[in-house]
Structures are given as structure tokens and as C-alpha cells.
């Protein structure tokens, strides 16, 4: 097997994650979430006059008080990885079609961030559900696995793109490629692999819904039928993509108020109508 998922035991950019996500203007909604996980963080900024000094007392302060429960949820965590990675990276290239030419090492770090962030080839998967005795919201092989699907998923459209001559929105390529993953994940080969049961993936994507020919159905079941009846997962992307490409409009607008309300649109409801409101598409 080409491609290999390493744990580390600590995280040397996790000052630099608060920091981004605090801050991005991508995901406003993290900084809710981040806040809410820790409300004393805004307490630790405060006094200390910088956001950056702030995170990193409170950063320190955090893995002092949690030091005996930290170790062996990182340590577990490397075993899990190590045991089951090889089974779950052949589904995963049997799921996208994709075969590793050189090889490839994913680097995975913790954090106690309340979401799990990627970067290039590496991704951070969040500690705190176990930390806090939450172990059934614990699945660190699959948060590697939904990572790494979307390193796929990048590089397959890209290639898309430039045969095409098109360029996706972020806001179009954030839902497609969080609803492929979830598609996948209820899919073989990976839900057997997996064992997740129905995977619903991000909370973002549970209610969107696409009309097609006047037929209306969810956009996660759309994608998963059309998986089904594949002859061939590129071609079966290159239809996403132009699909997704051809309704960007509306993808956007989805995007505007998931990001100005977060879980909080659950709640309001003139703005959840809107956002469940179908996406047309070709």
C-alpha cells in the first residue's frame, strides 16, 4: 500500500488554528463554535491584551489540567489507526477509483479544537468528545478516511476543471465534497469497512435539497443514487461537477446563510424555509 496515515502525538499548529478559525472569513460560524466549547478562552484574551497570547495561556493551562486523559486518547487513537488503515485505505480507493502513483503519507495531529480541520496532506482530528467522556462521537480512522476523500476529491476535480475550462465556487465545491463523502461513507465498500450505520455527514448538508425534471429529493440521496448506477466514478463526478457548476448561484446563497447562522438556522424559521428551499439543477 502506497499511502500511509501517521499520528503524531502533539500539534505544533494549533495556536495557528485558533488564530484561523477565530478569524476566517470562510467559516464565521467557527468562532461561535470555538467560544461556546470554551467559554473561558475569551476570558484568557482579555487579559491577556492579545489574541494570540490569550490562546496560547489558555492552550497551555488546557493540557496541564488534561495531561493523564490526553495521553491515552492520542495513544489509542495510534493503534486504532495503525491496525485498521490499510483495510480502509483500499476501500477508499476502490470507492473513488483512485490508486496512489508514489508514495503518500498522511500526517494526522490532535487537537482539542471542536471540529477537525485540514490541511495539505494532513489533517487534525479533535480530541475533545473523548476527552469529555463522549467516546460514541469518537471515530478517528473515519475522520481520517473523510479527510483524505477529499484530497481525492480535490485533485480529481481540478483535473476536471481543466479539461472543462470551468472553476467551481468554493461555496459549490464545499457542498459537493462534503455530500460525496457522506454518499461514500453509506456506500460499499466503505460502510462495511467503516461500520458507521447511516452516516449523515456535515450538519450543513442534512437539508439540502435539489429538484430535478420536477423531482425533488435530497442532494445526499441524489449523489448516492447516482454512485449506484456508476459505470465510472470519473465520469460520475465530471456530471457533479458540471451540475454543481451549472447552479452555483444558488449553492452560493445556501452558503451565505449557513455561514451567518450556523446550527442556529435550525431554530429560525424563515431562514431554514430558505435554505431548504430546492436547488435546480440540469
Request: aromatic fraction near 14%; charge should be positive; glycine fraction near 4%.
Amino acid at each position: 500500500m502506497l499511502a500511509k496515515i501517521i499520528v503524531k502525538e502533539k500539534n505544533p499548529e494549533e495556536i495557528k488554528l485558533f488564530q484561523r478559525f477565530l478569524n476566517h472569513p470562510d467559516f464565521p460560524q467557527h468562532r461561535e463554535i470555538i467560544i461556546r466549547a470554551f467559554p473561558s478562552l475569551g476570558v484568557y484574551i482579555k487579559k491577556s491584551k492579545s489574541e494570540k497570547r490569550g490562546i496560547i495561556f489558555f492552550r497551555d493551562e488546557f493540557y496541564k489540567k488534561y495531561k493523564k486523559k490526553i495521553r491515552p486518547i492520542i495513544g489509542s487513537t495510534k493503534k486504532e489507526v495503525e491496525k485498521k488503515q490499510e483495510k480502509a485505505l483500499v476501500a477508499l480507493g476502490g470507492a473513488m477509483d483512485y490508486q496512489w502513483k508514489k508514495r503518500k503519507k498522511y500526517i494526522a495531529f490532535p487537537t482539542i479544537l471542536p471540529f477537525s480541520p485540514f490541511g495539505k496532506d494532513k489533517f487534525f482530528f479533535s480530541i475533545l468528545n473523548p476527552l469529555f467522556g463522549r467516546h460514541d462521537f469518537y471515530h478517528p480512522l473515519s475522520t481520517a478516511i473523510h479527510e483524505i476523500s477529499h484530497f481525492i476529491f480535490f485533485e480529481k476535480v481540478r483535473m476536471i476543471e481543466k479539461k472543462k475550462k470551468i472553476k467551481l465556487s468554493k461555496e459549490s465545491e464545499h457542498y459537493l465534497k462534503e455530500t460525496l463523502t457522506a454518499a461514500l461513507f453509506n456506500e460499499e465498500p466503505l460502510k462495511s469497512t467503516l461500520g458507521l450505520g447511516e452516516y449523515m455527514g456535515n450538519p450543513e448538508i442534512r437539508d439540502i435539497f435539489i429538484k430535478k425534471e420536477k423531482k425533488e429529493e435530497l442532494f445526499l440521496s441524489f449523489v448516492r443514487r447516482k454512485y449506484r448506477n456508476k459505470t465510472n466514478f470519473d465520469i460520475f463526478l465530471t456530471e457533479l461537477v458540471l451540475q454543481c457548476h451549472g447552479s452555483e448561484k444558488e449553492f452560493i446563497k445556501k452558503k451565505l446563510l449557513w455561514d451567518k447562522y450556523g446550527k442556529g438556522i435550525f431554530e429560525r424559521k424563515k431562514d431554514f424555509f430558505l435554505y431548504k428551499k430546492s436547488i435546480h439543477i440540469m
